[in-house]
């Protein structure tokens, strides 16, 4: 499979409701696009448009992964752990537009849903590449002072407090702290 960065480019800059212009064509329809058309939860791992929603979220469009994420979501299984996985995601990535837009309170809120679904998903395995219960405790440790943080931080921490819940590499809680150089 071709590098993502040669399928899909990152847009200019984020979209911010109310803020900005809503992007229309380009990278990000193309990548909605094959996910509403061919994304299968088995085959996660050479879904370049799932991947996509990852680049995208490190980048700060958090929009604009919940945008790619909708339509892959729409393609699983009511009920199935996949579902419960992309909402998590989605919900994270929603967290991270409320953090960009200044409302802390919905960002917190955000975070405690993506959680949920998490935790509704978890299981013996991973699921989409991601094991959900190591995700749920990951936000879980968060807890309120995400928001907190969140607001007296630079553009830089909403990335990457939205980005090491996804990345849940370890059960340290140390490796959840944020720093400019994360």
């Known amino acids: 499979m071709k590098p993502l960065q040669d399928i899909f480019a990152l847009p200019a800059r984020p979209h911010l409701p109310g803020v900005n212009a809503r992007p229309v064509g380009g990278p990000l329809a193309a990548a ?3 996910a509403r ?7 996660w791992s050479s879904s370049a448009a799932y991947l996509y929603g990852f680049d995208l979220t490190a980048g700060g469009f ?11 979501w729409a393609r699983c299984l009511p009920n199935s752990r996949e579902r419960a996985v992309l ?34 998903a978890a299981g013996a395995t ?18 309120a002072d995400a928001a907190r ?33 994360t």
């Open 37 to 43: 058309r061919s994304f299968d939860p088995a085959a």
């Open 126 to 143: 991973a699921a989409l590449g991601i094991e959900p219960a190591r995700a749920a405790a990951a936000l879980r440790r968060l807890g």
């Open 32 to 34: 909605a696009a094959d």
């Open 149 to 181: 943080e969140l607001a007296t931080c630079s553009d830089l921490r909403p990335k990457c407090i939205i980005m090491h819940a996804l990345s849940f590499g370890s059960d340290d809680e140390e490796d959840l702290t944020v720093d400019g150089n």
């Open 87 to 120: 909402r998590g995601l989605i919900q994270c990535a929603n967290a991270g537009l409320k953090s960009a837009m200044g409302r802390h309170g919905a960002t917190t809120r955000l975070l405690r849903l993506a959680e949920a679904e998490f935790a509704e």
């Open 62 to 72: 958090f929009w604009e992964a919940h945008e790619v994420w909708e339509p892959a």
